[in-house]
């Protein structure tokens, strides 16, 4: 079945942009928070289409939930959530950015080279269907990037390969090309290259570049 009903989970710029970039293609959008008082600017700005409310009202009905919380607090949410996530598309934005500063411009991650922070998240909820996407971007960039060169690629992977094709439908819509890396362990991966993102913005201010791949 065809995504229609999507819920944005976090109240950060990550979430808005793609609430709203769901909005702009026309899918019916909830977008959800802890406290939803902190999205109340938001839903004023959309209206009608701007619907709000708990973890909870914003899982019940959805066809596709994004994530889209700091890694710090990503496990939580999961946990909280428990098997309402269960049958559902989960799309895993999430990096595991520890609480510490930068070495000259290189993020501190609280994982390592052989785990990602989407396979804790894939063993807390074993029936959700996470697929990785919208990690290695900055949320300005996310929905329809007007970037030289044609379209930058998105990077994602998950073990559900029917959850991956939705996805990628989606990604088309925003404007991105697909780069398919395989199973959950991918995210291995695929987490650092927020990373390699983030390390021109930290030592040059430069926050407008995507990563693409270039096949011969």
Known sequence: MAVQKVGVIGSGQVGGTLADGFIKHGYQTMRGSR??????????????????GTLADTVRDADLVVLAVKGLGAEDIVKSLGTALDGRIVIDTSNPIADAPPVNGVLQYFTNINESLMERLQKLAPKARFVKAFSCVGHALMVNPDLPGGPATMFICGSDAAAKADVKRILDQFGWATEDLGAVEAARAIEPLCILWCIPGFLQNRWTHALKMVNR
């Open 35 to 52: 406290e939803p008082a902190k999205l109340a600017d938001w839903a004023r700005g959309h209206g009608d289409k701007g619907r709000t």
